[in-house]
C-alpha cells in the first residue's frame, strides 16, 4: 500500500465525514433560533403580566399610588406602545414577527425602552390613568 492511497483514503474518509456534519450543523443553528424565540416569548410574557398586575393594582388603588418594579427585557423586542388600555409589544427576531397585547384596567400613557437588559420601571397612578416609565 502506497503512500498516495493512504493519502486518498484519508481525504476520503474526511471528506464522508465533513458532508455527514453539515446537516447536523444547521439542525443545530435552526434549533438554536427556535429555543431562544422560544425564551424571549417566555420571558416577555412575564414581563407583560407584571406590568398589567402593578399597572391594575395602582390603578385601583388610586392617586397619588406608586410601585417600582424591576425587570427583564428579553432581545427581539422592537419597540412597546400604550394605546388607553393596550399594551403591544412588537418582537422580530428576523425568523419570527409578533405582536403581544396585553390589556390592563385603566388607561395607559408612557414609555418604556426596549434595549435588553434589566430595567427599572416606575408605575404611577394619575388618577384614570397610569404613567408607566422605564
Known amino acids: ?21 453539515i446537516p447536523t450543523l444547521i439542525l443545530f443553528l435552526t434549533q ?15 414581563l407583560a403580566e407584571e406590568l398589567v398586575l402593578a399597572s391594575d393594582t395602582v390603578y385601583y388603588l388610586g392617586e397619588p399610588s406608586k410601585k417600582t418594579i424591576k425587570v427583564y427585557m428579553p432581545k427581539f423586542v422592537e419597540s412597546i406602545n400604550f394605546t388607553m388600555n393596550r399594551m403591544l409589544f412588537n418582537v422580530d427576531s428576523g ?3 409578533y405582536t403581544l397585547l396585553k390589556v390592563t384596567a385603566a388607561n395607559i400613557t408612557g414609555n418604556l425602552s426596549s434595549e435588553p ?13 397610569v404613567r408607566i416609565t422605564g
Open 32 to 46: 438554536s433560533q427556535d429555543m431562544q424565540e422560544d425564551v424571549t416569548s417566555v420571558q416577555l410574557n412575564k
Open 117 to 129: 437588559g434589566v430595567h427599572i420601571i416606575e408605575i404611577v397612578s394619575e388618577g384614570d390613568t
Open 95 to 97: 425568523h419570527l414577527k
Open 1 to 21: 500500500m502506497g503512500k498516495g492511497q493512504v493519502s486518498m483514503e484519508f481525504l476520503l474518509i474526511m471528506g464522508i465525514a465533513f458532508v455527514m456534519l
